[in-house]
């Protein structure tokens, strides 16, 4: 199959989009943290957590799919 006429993987994206937005998160939290901020708002630490995991997730699995095509 040569490159062009494979399909693009649409989970990639996806992948990096929840990963970014939960590295994100975590900068908050260390900044927050940092700035002298406990009580930190339960929502942004499953965010970060979630999100980072989800997109982390989601790459292996796109990344599996595309060695399974392959292969």
Same mark, same amino acid.
């Given at each position: 199959?040569? $490159?062009?006429? *494979?399909?693009?993987? *649409?989970?990639?994206? =996806? ?10 998160? $975590?900068?908050? /939290?260390?900044? =927050? ?20 995991? /989800?997109?982390?997730?989601?790459? =292996?699995?796109?990344? $599996? *799919? ?6």
């Amino acid at each position: 199959m040569t $490159v062009q006429s *494979r399909k693009p993987n *649409r989970l990639v994206p =996806l992948a990096v989009a929840c990963f970014v937005a939960g590295i994100l998160g $975590v900068l908050v /939290i260390l900044g =927050l943290f940092a700035a002298g901020q406990t009580e930190l708002p339960w929502w942004l630490n499953v965010a970060a957590i979630g999100l980072t995991t /989800i997109g982390f997730a989601l790459g =292996l699995v796109a990344l $599996v *799919r595309e060695a399974r095509r392959r292969g």
